[in-house]
Structures are given as C-alpha cells and as structure tokens.
C-alpha cells in the first residue's frame, strides 16, 4: 500500500487538451510534490505545495499548474497539451513537522498525448 | 546547479552475486541523499537515506550505501543479489537546507538472472 494515492491510473489525452490529475497525500502529510518521469529517465521535479501555496518550482513551463486543497490532496493541471508531455507523473507527500522527511510516493498516472 | 549522475544505465547480474550502483552527485552544500527503487509495475520505494552521522548507512532488504563526502558519491551495494532485486535504482539528492526539491539521476536498470 503506498499510501499515497493518485488518479486516474492512465490517460489518453489530443494535443492541445487540458488534463487534471489528481493525489491525496498518506496520512498525517501535509506537503506534496509532482515529478514528471518521462520513459527511461529519473524524475524531474515539478511543484511543491505546502499550506495550499506552492512553494518551490522546477523548470517546467506555465502550462503545468497545480493546487493544493485544505485537506492536503492536490491536482496537477496541464493545459495546451504536447506530444512531449507524455510521461508518468508522481506524486509524493511528506510531512513539514518531520524536517527532511523522505518521500513517499504514489503510482502515478501515466499520461499518453496523441 | 545540483546534479545526479548514476554511472551505471544497465546491470546484468547473476544471483548471489555482489552489487555495487555508482553515484555522484554536484553540489557545493551540505545535502541528503536517497536510493529509491522502483519494482516493475510499483511505486517508487525509500531503499536508504543518508542524513548525517555514520557515512555507512543500512537500508531495506540487505541494500546499504557509504557516503563519500571527499567523492562527493554514494554508492549503493549489497553482497549478494536476488532475482527480486530485479528493478529500476534511482539515487537522489536535496539540499539539506530546502527539502522541497529532489534532484535525480537517471536510474539504473538492474536484472538479476536467477
């Protein structure tokens, strides 16, 4: 069980679209992070959102957005979708009040753009 | 800026054979550093961290990895492979000041041959 949960499974999304993916945290975490991992790489950090703000960002373009709820899940959104884009995105949770807590992450949703 | 380098893309070992997955990092701070695995068709998995302390630290499943601070490496090993050692190895690093931003290389793919 990995405790952190993220929907859907898979996707397949038209270039051009918008998509929404959606993470709730393990329990008791209140920080999440998204990473893009796309085939045959590590994964790139995105987002981290913490106290429904985000917090630090990686190079990634404006297209990719995220939110974070007060019950701590979070939704990563994506619009103008791009061939490129297509990979397996993480979601992670750790906990602020556990300092450099490691991560803990979810199955991911594997998005396909066509 | 940080970086992860893994030297090892691909490892064919057979069993009880010994492991060792090199991995240097760059950064001129005080940072953590993690080995993750990733099973096929699993989630992403803590195998050890090294925070601070003894530079010799001990995971899950017999893995352990020694920190180099002169090397700047941390070189994940165990003596003896499984065949359900069989999986993707990622080393990451964050700086130790701001954990928000895991930085990764690009994974080893380890195949152990029973």
């Known amino acids: 069980d990995a405790g952190v949960t993220q929907s859907p499974t898979h996707l397949i999304k038209t270039r051009g679209q918008q998509v929404t993916l959606r993470c709730s945290p393990k329990?008791?975490?209140?920080?999440v992070s998204w990473y893009q991992q796309a085939l045959g790489q590590g994964p790139q950090f995105i987002f981290q959102y913490y106290e429904e703000e985000e917090r630090q960002r990686g190079n990634f373009p404006d297209r990719f957005s995220g939110h974070q709820f007060p019950n701590y899940s979070s939704e990563l959104n994506v619009n103008a979708l791009l061939l490129g884009d297509s990979a397996l995105y993480l979601c992670a949770s750790s906990s602020q009040d556990s300092g450099n807590s490691p991560l803990h992450f979810g199955n991911g949703t594997r998005l396909t753009v066509t | 800026a940080q970086s992860v380098s893994q030297h090892n893309h691909h490892v064919i070992l057979s069993e009880a054979a010994s492991l060792e997955l090199g991995c240097n990092y760059s950064?001129?701070?005080?940072?953590?550093l993690f080995w993750y695995v990733q099973y096929p068709g699993q989630h992403l998995q803590l195998l050890l961290k090294?925070?601070?302390?003894d530079p010799l630290v001990k995971g899950i499943k017999g893995f352990e990895a020694e920190f180099i601070k002169s090397k700047f490496s941390f070189n994940l090993r165990k003596p003896s492979v499984q065949w359900s050692d069989t999986a993707e190895y990622f080393c990451a690093v964050v700086d130790a000041g701001n954990n928000r931003k895991l930085i990764w290389g690009l994974g080893t793919s380890l195949a152990v041959n029973p």
């Open positions: 950064y001129g701070g005080t940072v953590n």
């Open positions: 090294y925070f601070s302390g």
């Open positions: 329990s008791g975490h209140d920080t």
